[in-house]
């Protein structure tokens, strides 16, 4: 057993028992802190596959700032109230799980049955390459110029967009 | 990244709305009177920046490592959104301030949402289409929200916002099928590639979800629950903007990602689910609309059933098809903002004024509106000579040229039900008589921004040939 | 193959692991004879009265949004930084235009004072003769909102 598959291990099982946990807590807080530790295996999955940007990106941003906002969210809210919401709609449950069940089964077919796309070089020195941060930068900023600025111009109109609907007093 | 000078031109429209976006923000930060200042020069900018397009529209070009397409088909439709934009600014000068949404950032965001719509039209990359979706539609769900203390405008902006991040997630999942197959996300080696990508399960599922994303995005059927309550819920001119540039805005990236494949061995493979939503939208929407008491309701249950119209010429998968989707599209976009301006200048304070009965006898109160709305009623409805007569005529060849003669028969059929609900309000207008006696009140401004779309709903009806030529000469 | 960045994660991992495998350890072997008493919220001798869950103000939120947009931009510039001297002027320029629109974003938050928190308003000591010094106190202690 390679260094690799044991590490594949620990992460997987850490990724999917918090994701249990996640989910059949009743403390929303809980279920956030859950979560995070959830995000965080996913990152070292990601590392495992060489993908060492995107295992950074999620660790900033998911395991960061998406659940401070995440927590101040459910503090911000009554969560008695939504407790009592489900009791309404169990019917919500199901859906949830055959939607669920629907994405896995889906996976599960990429992964069993369909033939890895021409043109993608299953060399590891290659997938090395093609993770770094450098790779991601240079074609950041030669071949996806326009979508880069695009992006900054996105994360402009949020931050207008959200002062204007969340801020106390307007003027 | 530009190769000459001349890229640097073709690319101009979008740089102006960018720069404008920073100088009107500029401008909002250090002027105390920026909600004055900011609707002349989005106007402006807007008005340049479509005239402009219209001007270069002969310099087609691919700039910027393949990602965008500038001139031809793009520009005619950056001239629709800016036109459109430029219009629903002039009508939302007197209007948020009735509406209490009396801000600079108003304006900011319109141009935000414009810049979105534009790099849809324009991308040649299915990540730039992404993009430019999210700049638009994060634009409209702060739009749909401006007036927080109404509750309306707080549940429409939340169900825009839900829904809209419902239907982006399908289309980032249709994205990653499409690309963990093809193996890229440029739409030109895509197309190109289609024969040898078609046989694929995934594949096919990836673009059955980009169009399940989109048709959310263009309001057709089965993705349609969210229209009524936005449209009601939202400020009048915005929900004019989101019926008239977004919805043109979804047609032409559908229009970028699949006209390739029109005329060739692929061009009906999707043909069954275009006509099979388009037949439901226009049947739905129009039978729905005649049930409605409040005119924005109507209005979006209408504007469903023209998003059924325009499907049919994508069903039709030809080039006459797409043709008269874009001449439905600008005839459409000033025929329903015109409509959404004469409902904004009649709206009183706190969402009065839009019943149904609220329009009678506006035919004696005030006969100018009185006559734009009955007209505007008529080009909707599809009756000739005016601008949607021929939109539907268009689309509805070119379903006849591709054996779809059903589909078309279903469309008039359609078109016949719409009448009915449009016309009702003519005969409120002028047979009803109403229990005020109040003149309507309105400003210059407004008047005039619904006289300018009244006149292009004329020329387009006069002249559609030149519009179509126009068109079909870079298709 | 492990890259650098998975080394030092496994360094990591290994701390985290220190720490559950030492909490754990201690949970088993620990006597647990829980009483309502321990099981209590710790008060200070107090006890504890009403929900702990209190509202946030809605501040913490917009503070959390800001954050998270800079932080998606913040992850952007990273690869930025490593690569913009290989394509000299243009790879500035891009990254450039990339830094203002987020600093004139910045810069409005601050200028529409999102960025502040609402200080308590301190009004300045006025000693005139009339007042009595109990008045002024008074008056010292009104802390705006």
């Not at chain 2, 539609?137 to 707080?154: H, K, P, Q, T």
């Not at chain 2, 559908?254 to 099979?276: D, N």
């Not at chain 3, 200070?44 to 800079?70: H, Q």
């Amino acid at each position: 057993m390679t260094l690799e598959i044991v590490l594949f291990v620990i992460f997987a099982l850490v990724c999917l028992v918090s994701g249990i946990l996640m989910v059949t807590r009743v403390n929303p807080v809980i279920s956030a802190l859950f979560l995070v530790v959830n995000f965080g295996s996913l990152a070292g999955l990601y590392l495992t596959l060489n993908a060492q940007f995107i295992a950074v990106a999620q660790v900033i941003i998911y395991a960061g700032a998406i659940m401070v906002f995440f927590l101040f969210v459910i503090m911000l809210i009554n969560p008695e109230h939504e407790k009592r919401f489900l009791e309404y709609k169990p019917q919500l449950k199901i859906f949830a799980v055959a939607i669920a069940v629907l994405v896995f089964l889906q996976i599960a077919y990429i992964i069993l049955f369909s033939k890895p796309s021409e043109g993608v070089s299953r060399e590891v020195a290659a997938s090395v390459k093609a993770g770094t941060i450098e790779q991601i930068g240079r074609e950041l900023f030669t071949k996806y110029v326009l979508p880069f600025e695009a992006v900054g111009y996105l994360l402009l109109s949020a931050a207008i967009g959200a002062l204007v609907l969340a801020k106390k007093k307007f003027k | 990244m530009l190769n000459n000078i001349q890229e640097f031109y073709n690319i101009l429209p979008l740089i102006i709305i960018g720069g404008l976006i920073l100088v009107s923000l500029i401008i909002e930060m250090y002027s105390e009177s920026s909600e004055k200042i900011l609707p002349w020069l989005s106007i402006i900018g807007f008005l340049f920046v479509g005239i402009y397009s219209l001007v270069e529209v002969g310099r087609t070009s691919i700039v910027l490592q393949n990602m965008l397409a500038t001139g031809g088909v793009v520009n005619i439709f950056w001239l629709i959104f800016n036109i459109t934009a430029a219009i629903v600014c002039l009508l939302s000068i007197n209007y948020i301030k009735k509406y209490g949404a009396y801000y600079g950032e108003y304006y900011i965001i319109i141009q935000t949402s414009v810049l979105g719509m534009m790099l849809m039209a324009g991308a040649k990359d299915l990540i730039v289409i992404f993009l430019g979706l999210e700049v638009m539609s994060i634009s409209f769900y702060v739009l749909a929200g401006f007036n927080r203390n109404r509750s309306s405008a707080n549940e429409a902006s939340l169900k825009y916002f839900l829904l809209g991040a419902f239907a982006t997630g399908f289309l980032v999942y249709g994205i990653a099928l499409i690309y963990g197959k093809a193996t890229t996300t440029s739409i030109d080696a895509i197309s190109l590639n289609f024969s040898a990508l078609s046989g694929n399960v995934l594949f096919l599922t990836g673009v059955l979800l980009f169009l399940i994303g989109f048709s959310f995005k263009i309001a057709a059927f089965p993705f349609h629950m969210w229209v009524p309550d936005v449209y009601q819920g939202s400020p009048t001119t915005v929900a004019g903007l989101f019926s008239t540039a977004g919805k043109a805005a979804g047609f032409s990236a559908l229009i970028v990602t699949f006209a390739a494949l029109f005329g060739g061995p692929h061009g009906h493979l999707f043909t069954p689910y275009l006509s099979a939503i388009a037949v439901f939208s226009m049947l739905f929407g129009s039978i729905v609309a005649i049930m409605q008491t409040d005119i924005k309701r109507m209005l979006a249950y209408s504007s469903i059933a023209h998003a059924g119209y325009m499907l049919i010429g994508l069903a039709s998968g030809n080039i006459d098809g797409v043709a008269g989707i874009i001449f439905y599209l600008a005839a459409y976009s000033f025929m329903n903002l015109a409509a959404f301006g004469i409902v904004s200048i009649l709206e009183g304070k706190e969402e009065t004024n839009l019943d149904l009965d609220s329009y009678a006898g506006l035919g004696t109160r005030s006969p100018f509106i009185a006559g734009l709305f009955a007209l505007i009623m008529f080009a909707l409805a599809g009756i000739p000579p005016f601008a949607g007569f021929f939109g539907k005529y268009y689309v509805f060849i070119a379903a006849i040229k591709s054996d779809l003669t059903w589909l078309a028969m279903v469309g008039i059929l359609s078109s016949m039900i719409s009448v009915y609900f449009y016309l009702r309000l003519v005969v409120i207008m002028y047979f009803k008589s109403s229990e005020t006696e109040d003149k309507v009140s309105y400003t210059a401004s407004e008047i005039i921004a619904v006289v300018i779309a009244v006149v292009f709903v004329i020329i387009l009806g006069l002249a559609p040939g030149s519009f179509i030529d126009l068109v079909t000469k870079f298709l | 193959m492990l890259t650098e960045f998975g080394k030092v994660f496994a360094f990591i991992l290994t701390a985290v692991m220190f720490v559950l495998i030492a909490v754990f350890a201690a949970k088993l072997i620990r006597p647990a004879r829980p009483t309502k008493e321990k099981l209590t919220t710790y008060e200070c001798g107090e006890n504890p009265e009403g929900s702990p869950w209190v509202k946030f103000n809605i501040r913490f939120y917009v503070v959390a949004l800001i954050f998270l947009i800079f932080d998606v931009e913040v992850v952007m510039l990273i690869p930025w930084a490593l690569v913009y001297q290989d394509s000299g002027m243009l790879g500035f320029l891009v990254g450039a235009i990339f830094l203002i629109l987020l600093g004139l974003g910045m810069a409005y938050e601050w200028r529409k004072g999102d960025l502040e928190w609402a200080r308590p308003k301190i009004t300045p000591l006025v000693l005139t003769k009339t007042e009595p010094p109990e008045e002024k106190q008074e008056k010292e202690l009104n802390l705006g909102e």
